[in-house]
């Protein structure tokens, strides 16, 4: 019967008669085969990536994370192939992993090489005595870097304050019949609205001013004793002369630092408060400055003094005068300036050290760019603009801020990787993915894939907060595939320890794929 079918099929497709002779056995043999191997295939993709899948599998269906939310997704950036994905379009809070796509965005925006400036400047004129009948402005450029700790080797240990006060001798200048004022207008607002207050205090909630200075950051030194109620402030490094501490603080049996530090931008008072090891010398907890742009005036005022140039008013800011209506627009003219890192190293060091203020900072000079302001909301609206016009789907895409602090933020692995996607076909994509810790090495990543095939070769942002942990970045797998990942995890109910450990057992089986 099949047979004659086939013979009925060729005459039906008016073969010639002349043709040559067609075996209709041979036809029906390969049809069968092809057939098989259809089937093969078939059965091939469903079991393709078997490893990995079982993995996640076993995670998202573990009874002890019943209560989390996760979301994970991963591609083949040379196949364009999905690899694995589960609730890959979920929203989640994404914690430090955001950064990812601010420093992208930076180095788009700005190019690797670019570097931000500050500037000192004077008004008024100088009589022949060498007096300024004026003031002399620290004009910033939003460099989030100056000072900082991180690049004390480009800053030569702070030498840029002697460079400014040595360039302002140069001019002649012995006197100043005014004040230092700090110029940070170059950004409008300083805080993200949805930043908790319990967040600000602290060194990490250490916020983007047009003038930074030491990372935004103070170290406050305690001694503690054996009673519940021995703890001394013994001094707080840098010496800020206008700062105010509130001493709450109690010993307890542990030996973790459970401190912490209240106090908004712009208030020079800090309350510390909770807990510190007993009997302990000189430890040391680090918060965030009040009004980096007064202390670095107050800076500058000090290394004038030390070369016998008085200042006859306290220094000051732009924002206090324009506050008290005591503020008057002039001509200024140019001394000297200091340039930043390149925003490359800038960038690196975002990723590496998960550096909040750095990446609020680029957030901000993003708004700048893209719609001339920089209040928080508006900027993070650039950011997500950003993604939108590289055909990154924005939807169920929410940014309060760039550094990933607020839980307001909420996005999904798939928007991770997109970013990581766009970013492997840009021409900044060496600086961008020198600046994710590679694992076992360096960064938040450092202690993590120790002897796995993942070491050395997986590179990733971190993220982490409170029931909130997430991974964005690349590898390499053991069968040559060039893979883009990310993986968030909210509202888990086992340790951040045992959390960590099971996203890395699939991180690991995506690092030891050999299909």
């Known amino acids: 019967m099949k047979t004659y079918l086939l013979f009925n099929l060729i005459l039906?497709?008016?073969?010639?008669?002349?043709?040559?002779?067609?075996?209709?056995?041979?036809?029906?043999?390969?049809?069968?085969?092809?057939?098989?191997?259809?089937?093969?295939?078939?059965?091939?993709?469903?079991?393709?990536?078997?490893t990995l899948k079982k993995q996640i599998k076993e995670i998202t269906g573990d009874s002890t994370l019943k209560?989390?939310?996760?979301?994970?997704?991963?591609?083949?950036?040379?196949?364009?192939?999905?690899?694995?994905?589960?609730?890959?379009?979920?929203?989640?809070?994404?914690?430090?992993?955001?950064?990812?796509?601010?420093?992208?965005?930076?180095?788009?925006?700005?190019?690797?090489?670019?570097?931000?400036?500050?500037?000192?400047?004077?008004?008024?004129s100088i009589d022949a005595s060498g007096t300024l009948n004026g003031n002399i402005y620290i004009k910033g450029g939003g460099d989030p870097a100056l000072g900082s700790p991180i690049f004390?080797?480009?800053?030569k240990e702070n030498a840029f304050l002697k460079t400014w006060a040595d360039s302002i001798a140069k001019k002649g200048i012995k006197k100043i019949n005014g004040r230092i004022i700090g110029d940070a207008e170059i950004f409008d607002d300083q805080t993200p609205v949805?930043?908790?207050?319990?967040?600000?205090?602290?060194?990490?909630?250490?916020?983007?001013?047009?003038?930074?200075?030491?990372?935004?950051?103070?170290?406050?030194?305690?001694?503690?004793?054996?009673?519940?109620?021995?703890?001394?402030?013994?001094?707080?490094?840098?010496?800020?002369?206008?700062?105010?501490?509130?001493?709450?603080?109690?010993?307890?049996?542990?030996?973790?630092d459970l401190c912490y530090f209240t106090g908004g931008p712009f208030e020079n008072e800090r309350t510390v408060l909770g807990y510190l090891p007993k009997d302990k010398k000189n430890f040391s907890v680090r918060a965030s400055i009040p009004d980096p742009p007064l202390?670095?005036?107050?800076l500058l005022k000090a290394q004038l003094d030390s070369i016998n140039i008085q200042c006859t008013e306290l220094p000051c800011t732009i924002r206090q005068l324009k506050s008290t209506d005591k503020y008057k627009e002039s001509i200024k003219i140019q001394i000297c300036e200091t340039l930043s890192p390149s925003l490359s190293e800038i960038v690196f060091a975002t990723n590496k050290y998960s550096h909040n203020l750095f990446a609020e900072t680029l957030l901000k000079h993003i708004g700048l760019r893209s719609y001339k302001n920089t209040e928080t909301a508006t900027a993070a609206n650039a950011l997500?603009?950003?993604?939108?016009?590289?055909?990154?789907?924005?939807?169920?895409?929410?940014?309060?801020?760039?550094?990933?602090?607020?839980?307001?933020?909420s996005l999904t692995a798939k928007q991770l990787v997109g970013v990581l996607l766009y970013?492997?076909?840009?021409?900044?994509?060496?600086?961008?993915?020198?600046?994710?810790?590679?694992?076992?090495?360096?960064?938040?990543?450092?202690?993590?894939?120790?002897?796995?095939?993942?070491?050395?070769?997986?590179?990733?942002?971190?993220?982490?907060?409170?029931?909130?942990?997430?991974?964005?970045?690349?590898?390499?797998?053991?069968?040559?595939?060039?893979?883009?990942?990310?993986?968030?995890?909210?509202?888990?109910?086992?340790?951040?320890?045992?959390?960590?450990?099971?996203?890395?057992m699939v991180l690991v089986k995506l690092a030891d794929m050999q299909e």
């Open 152 to 155: 004390k080797n480009h800053y």
């Open 423 to 504: 970013m492997k076909r840009s021409k900044s994509y060496y600086a961008f993915y020198n600046s994710l810790p590679a694992a076992g090495l360096s960064g938040t990543i450092r202690s993590m894939f120790k002897n796995t095939t993942a070491e050395k070769n997986l590179r990733a942002k971190s993220g982490y907060m409170s029931r909130v942990r997430s991974y964005a970045g690349y590898v390499t797998t053991k069968s040559n595939r060039d893979v883009a990942f990310a993986i968030i995890v909210n509202n888990y109910t086992v340790s951040d320890a045992r959390m960590k450990e099971m996203i890395e």
């Open 12 to 50: 039906l497709l008016n073969l010639s008669v002349n043709a040559q002779f067609i075996d209709p056995k041979k036809i029906l043999q390969e049809s069968i085969k092809k057939n098989k191997v259809e089937k093969q295939t078939k059965k091939d993709t469903v079991e393709k990536f078997s």
């Open 67 to 124: 209560n989390a939310s996760i979301s994970f997704y991963a591609y083949d950036l040379k196949s364009k192939e999905v690899i694995a994905e589960h609730n890959a379009d979920v929203s989640l809070i994404p914690a430090s992993s955001q950064k990812i796509i601010v420093t992208a965005a930076a180095l788009e925006y700005f190019g690797a090489n670019y570097r931000f400036k500050t500037t000192i400047e004077h008004d008024g």
């Open 384 to 409: 997500k603009d950003f993604c939108k016009q590289r055909k990154i789907d924005t939807q169920g895409m929410f940014l309060s801020d760039g550094s990933g602090l607020s839980r307001y933020n």
């Open 194 to 256: 949805n930043w908790i207050w319990g967040d600000m205090g602290n060194y990490y909630g250490a916020t983007a001013y047009g003038i930074s200075i030491f990372d935004n950051q103070f170290k406050v030194i305690f001694d503690t004793g054996k009673e519940k109620d021995s703890v001394k402030i013994k001094e707080h490094i840098p010496n800020i002369p206008y700062l105010k501490l509130s001493n709450q603080v109690k010993t307890y049996s542990g030996t973790e």
């Open 295 to 298: 202390f670095l005036a107050y």
